[in-house]
């Protein structure tokens, strides 16, 4: 295991101080207790919720309609309620998660802690049977001395032992020759008596000094044998734990022995195979190495293949991914194992296929927007003329209307006849103009949905088309792939490899009779397409989608409408969005009409108010 310093430490006690782990176990008991009552009451909600159930199953079919509300109710209480328990156990989790997600994994700590006393535990183990050592080792050392001091005393007490033997013999031949002396020579005894004096003044001392010498070693050996019992007491109170730690020594050095002899048994096997298995190898090194320079060579004929290879992965990831674009000539070609010029050229023809049916596609996408347009554009005038139709009806209706009133002036009973037929014909007329203007109504509401078609249509028209620009730029691109990898390839591959280019030419010119449809719905045998300017078309889209300026331009934009006011912006946002869609143009410019018309109308009918007050003033004067 991998040590850990001191501030991951520190910062592991920092971060679990910050987690509070108290708090957090409080909250969520407190937490688990909401958790339990919610399951039991929600419980008792399904159980109920069930007898409900069971209960609208047994009720008839003519009042289930009448019980079908209460039980739905129920039902969205209940799903009310697991939402509300589902949110506050999310709740409880992510602040869980919130306060463990930095926490560091207290185990690794736990385990370097563990370890940390382990060691320290040995190694004051260590320190104490190093301690015990040197104390026994003093304790031998003093023995040492003390063995030394007594071996010294020892060697002084042989030699006073040698003193006293030879001044004893000494003694003794004095002793002979004072006798000798005493009977031979009366009068030479009192010279003799001085000498045996002396003599036995000098055995007295040496007598003395053996006494001394006797006491000095009697109290060594004492001390000595004090020593030696302490000696004995030491190595007996550490002989338990040094016994142990030696069994187990010797123990594992027995396994180690038993190790190493099976060990050297297996490297002396080993050596022995080994030898045969080196004569082996040398035998088949030499044939191999013949081998090998072969292959260097053939290697280094081939030192282009990763590179080639690569190239190729490129071309099939490319060109025959599982994508949409090329799964059969992938399938294909993996089944027949064909080599990449003929996938290529495959390729490039279905890909020149695909562009001539886009192109008749949005041809004839295009014809049919063309179409539409001048459909609506034709419905367009003939709704307005229908409008300017009613407008006028509505006004000859508003005539005739006002001619009865202008009629009355006169008071005299010719005039009432005439008003009370005028009155006739205005009613048959009237009855006329609600049947036209029905009618008018109603194929005003037919046209409006025939247009409301053909603008759907047309809009539909107008994502193909845009669908079908896309898929051509893309293909362009492919193309222009296919281009730089042709221009890249070795000649063989590029006599294989025709030009796309003249491809385009030969499949236009044919007017897709030889490529076919397989839309099913044919082009014209006349359409002629001019390859060059198509290509230069969407080889100008592509560029221009390339160009940073451009957006550069779009950032810049963005950046001028996001610095802009809210009002400014809110205006920049409703003025595009009027000039970029049609339905949008189309309803401002109804809007903009119709204020025009309700401002006419306004003063057309305050005029015609004014022209009524004043003819019928002089009505309403005397008559003279």
Known sequence: MSKIDDEMVAGALECWR?????????????????????????????????????????????????????????????????????????????????????????????????DARRAQAEAEARLQA????????????????????VRH???????????????????????????????????????????????????DMALSDL???????????????????????????ADDGQARRIGELEAEA?????????????????????????????????????????????????????EIKRDLEIIRSVEFSASGWGMDDEAEAEASGEPLEKLLV?????????LTDARNELSRSSADVRRLGERSAELERALQQKAELAARLEADLLRVQAAPA?????????????????????????????????????????LEDELREQ????????????????????????????????????????????????????????????????GGHGAPASLQIDVDGVAAKYRGMYEESLNPFNAFHRRETTRRVRSMGIVDRLVYMVSSFVVSNRRARMAMLAYAALLHVLVFVALFRSVSLADDGETRQPAGAPLT
């Open 18 to 114: 910050g987690v509070n782990l108290g708090a957090l176990v409080q909250t969520l008991d407190a937490a688990g207790a909401e958790l339990v009552e919610n399951q039991k009451t929600s419980l008792q909600e399904r159980r109920k919720l069930a007898e409900k159930t069971k209960a609208f199953r047994a009720v008839a079919d003519e009042h289930k309609a009448a019980e079908f509300r209460p039980l739905l109710r129920a039902y969205q209480n209940e799903i009310d309620a697991l939402t509300r328990r589902m949110k506050h156990a999310e709740n409880s989790f992510l602040r869980v998660f919130q306060a463990l997600g930095s926490a560091p994994d207290p185990a690794v700590f736990l385990a370097s802690l563990v």
């Open 130 to 149: 190093q301690q015990a050592q040197q104390t026994q080792q003093q304790r031998v050392a003093g023995a040492d001395e003390q063995s030394d001091v």
């Open 153 to 203: 005393l020892r060697a002084r007490e042989d030699d006073l032992q040698r003193q006293l033997s030879a001044a004893n013999r000494s003694l003794v031949r004095l002793q002979a020759s004072f006798d000798a002396q005493a009977d031979g020579h009366p009068g030479g005894a009192g010279s003799g008596q001085r000498e045996l004096a002396a003599r036995q003044a000098e055995l």
């Open 211 to 237: 006494e001394r010498a006797n006491a000095r070693l009697a109290d060594a050996q004492a001390q000595n044998a004090r020593l030696h019992a302490q000696l004995a007491a030491g190595d007996a109170a």
């Open 254 to 306: 027995r396994r180690l022995l038993e190790a190493l002899e099976r060990a050297e048994q297996q490297l002396a096997l080993a050596d022995a195979r080994g030898g045969a298995a080196v004569r082996a190898a040398e035998h088949a090194a030499a044939a191999k190495d013949d081998e090998l320079r072969r292959v260097r060579a053939e290697v280094a004929r081939m030192a282009d293949y990763d």
């Open 346 to 354: 495959r390729r490039n023809k279905t890909l020149e296929s695909r």
């Open 406 to 446: 202008g009629n009355d002036d006169a008071g005299e009973k010719p005039a009432a006849l005439h008003t009370t037929a005028a009155a006739a014909e205005a009613g048959g007329l009237m009855d006329i103009v609600s049947g036209q203007r029905d009618r008018f109504r109603q194929r005003a509401v037919e």
């Open 455 to 518: 603008t759907q249509a047309a809009a539909e028209m107008r994502r193909q088309a845009e669908q079908t620009k896309q898929d051509n730029v893309r293909l362009y691109e492919e193309i222009k792939y296919l281009r730089s990898y042709h221009g890249a390839a070795s000649s063989a591959a590029a006599t294989v490899l025709p030009p796309v280019t003249s491809k385009f030419s030969s499949s236009s010119s044919s007017g897709g009779s030889s490529q076919g449809n397989p």
